[in-house]
């Protein structure tokens, strides 16, 4: 069925840890009839959350994807009945930091956020994170007040906080009436009337009420920011409200709203309280008024494979197809699914797509809408939509899938580095081979989950974004996978870099008998330009001294000798070089020679060039009564924390700190143990910083140890 593409939302919705998303989602897939009884995260009962252990923690760790139709506009609760569905895709995201890598993706893909803060904690770190991540994808959002009915619950403060911690223009859309366990309703601002809950019908249906006396004045205030906001972004606006801001009609102020969204230039604040059913379908019909269709983005920038010229694509099924495959997911039924936005054209169940990656065709024997972890099969899927597919040989996270006559390669996604790991093997023989399988599924799923082999100790090592992480990856080969595995402590993931150039000749020689080996270099190592991840290679040989033919196999040594650091084995990040001269021998040298030369000469040069080891720094920020603020923050000079900044948030001290992340392991525990359980704290990583020269012997010392 061909839908119009106006009416259609692909909408994530994203926050800090426990700010409500999942209990969100489920109250949006209840009041749109895709599930008939509500399914609460504390009983484990969450539609969304499927996963076994999700549902055992209580928290969401994979991005779960839905689809549901809404009757826009409703009215007394009712929805109209001549009124053109809304359909929409929506994306419930982890909010716990070890999981970003599900944030980064599904922002990529999608057109609109719906971001939620708790009415009482305001902005946290993770939102702050997830609101950077967003700013770079240009992703248009709205806020949602969550937990209006809590104790200590403030709209106005949260609002006013998006607009200092998050540099954003946030302006409130509605005004809360009661508070805490009083809040029974809201004051819609455009339409300037008062919506009131009823209790007994879970929320769905509601009264037009009069706004009450004692908010009046309030009311009047920021219904006239909210007009002047609106006014200052539209010229045309602004006019009309010079001689009179009374004069705006209702839908002047929706139509500019909704550009001013688009444009992130407003982002338009609600309030509600999802657990008691409240706000949630206003929010809804927000969506519908104020976030993107797939429509207002012109057309999505690529580039020809071929020609490496700049093309788009209009959402449009006339355009030929393009889809970008954002998550890979093992599904014990249908085996491997790839979760893709199409962005343009038209996909048939049992046709063929081009993978600009690999340069092969792909046949998508069947297409899925997903719920969760059900699937419904569909025929077909078009520009716009949100699917998976299934039957594909090697597609990876972050391909783009295109009509093989019109290629187009569309901008991917770039994930952080893991920063933490530990030493797994298998518990008995039978579990060897079945391990590498499950780890490389695993590893194709979550791109910020590695697997190696340690080249000294033989041992496997599988690497990730923090300890919870890695926790439920092991959990995950227990019970998806049925591998039992022992594993080791977990180990910083270290790296090493150069601090200064050097310069270096290597001579390789090797005569034995017959035909030798033979290559000469002459190079300058020295720390990569700004912004240069990998490898920066300058080939300056005048004369011919090293023949062309031999400048890749030097380029591929150097490459090749950066995965193991001069000092203690850890990757090397980036750096420069650059080949000057050097000499061969028309018949000893080969490729090989100088690829091996270029392999010495790395060792010796980089100790020259002042490597160093650089450890993960994490950005710490902590939650605490004032009373224990003094014991906290000693702890943390203990373990090397360097103390940012000191702030109040609802009642408590806030503490930001970078802190390395070798000082970290079991902080939580000692956290509640200083404050007798009463401060919490959330990790994140921050940057690479050079190890204090103490350190980095030990580090040193204990990799040559287990060499």
Known sequence: MARDLKYTRNIGIAAHIDAGKTTTTERILFYTGKSHKIGEVHDGAATMDWMAQEQERGITITSAATTCTWNFPTEQGKPLP????????????????????????????????????????????????????????????????????????????????????????AVPIVLPIGDEADFKGVVDLIKNQAIVWHDDTQGATFDIVPIPEDMKEEVHQYRSQLIEEVAAYDENLLEKYMEDENSITEEEVNEALRKATIDMAIIPMLCGSSFKNKGVQFMLDSVCKFLPSPLDKEAIDGTNPDTEEPISRKPS???????????????????????????????????????????????????????ANKQNAIDFIEAGDIGAAVGFKDIKTGDTLCDEKHPIVLESMNFPDPVIGIAIEPKTKADVDKMGMALAKLAEEDPTFTVRTDHASGQTIISGMGELHLDILVDRLKREFKVEVNQGEPQVEYKEAITRSANHREVYKKQSGGRGKFADIVFKLEPADENVVGLQFVNEVKGGNVPKEFIPAVEKGFKEAMKQGPLAGYEMDSMK????????????????????????????????????????????????????????????????????????????????????????????????????????????????AETPSNIAEEVIKKAKGNA
């Open 82 to 169: 001549e009124s053109n569905p809304y359909h929409f895709n929506i994306i419930d995201t982890p909010g716990h930091v070890d999981f970003t890598v599900e944030v980064n993706r599904s922002l990529r893909v999608l057109d609109g956020l719906v971001f939620l803060f708790s009415a009482v904690d305001g902005v946290e770190p993770q939102s702050e994170t997830n609101w950077r991540l967003a700013d770079n994808y240009r992703v248009p959002r709205m806020g949602f007040v969550n937990k209006m009915d809590r104790q200590g619950s403030n709209f106005l403060a949260v609002c006013q906080q998006v607009k200092d911690m998050l540099k954003s223009n």
């Open 317 to 371: 099924v006339s355009e030929p197809f393009s889809a970008l495959a954002f998550k890979i997911a093992t599904d014990p039924y249908v085996g491997r699914l790839a979760f893709f936005r199409a962005y343009s054209g038209r996909l048939d169940a049992g046709s063929y797509v081009f993978n600009t990656r690999s340069g092969n065709k792909e046949r998508i024997s069947r297409i899925y809408q997903m719920h």
């Open 577 to 688: 070089v650059t080949l000057t001269d050097g000499s061969f021998h028309p018949v000893d040298s080969d490729a090989l020679s100088f690829e091996l030369a270029a392999k010495m000469g790395y060792k010796e040069a980089a100790k020259a060039a002042g490597a160093v080891i650089l450890e993960p720094i994490m950005k710490l920020e902590v939650l605490t009564p004032e009373e224990n603020m003094g014991d906290i923050v000693g702890d943390l000079n203990r373990r090397r924390g360097q103390i940012n900044n000191m702030d109040d948030r609802a009642g408590s001290k806030v503490v930001k700190a970078s802190v390395p992340l070798s000082e970290m392991f079991g902080y939580v525990t000692t956290l509640r143990t200083l404050s007798s359980g009463r401060a919490t704290s959330t990790m994140e990583f921050s940057n690479y």
